[in-house]
């Protein structure tokens, strides 16, 4: 788990963003994230289609049978989440340097949950 989980909460929806937003300029399968992530692959496909309905992700290519996608960085809500990612490393730099005090629970501002 990054700082980005940390901040924002750790739901499985944020781990997958966080996973995209570290590897923000490859090409994802869905298949290698969701073992990467240690979610089952159905969790992880279910995340992606929702994402990609909001947009946030893009399909990008097919290698074989094995569809690709990428962060879709033109996408407005995604260019907030790339900056709060570069916060959030910044962050790192700062708790290392010893400028800042240690986050010590999530602040649960991320990808909410589904409404119940």
Do not use: W
């Amino acid at each position: 788990m990054g700082t980005f989980c940390e901040t924002y909460g750790t739901t499985i929806e944020n781990r997958v963003l966080e996973h995209l937003l570290e590897n923000q300029d490859l090409d994802i399968a869905v298949g290698d994230m969701a073992k990467e992530l240690d979610i089952s692959r159905p969790k992880a496909y279910e995340v992606i289609k929702e994402f990609e309905s909001k947009e946030f992700v893009v399909k990008s290519r097919v290698i074989g049978k094995t569809q690709l996608y990428k962060l879709n960085k033109d996408n407005i809500r995604v260019k907030i989440f790339l900056r709060n990612f570069d916060e959030c490393l910044q962050l790192i730099i700062e708790e290392y340097s010893g400028n800042i005090p240690t986050i010590s629970a999530p602040m649960n501002i991320g990808v909410a949950a589904k409404p119940v």
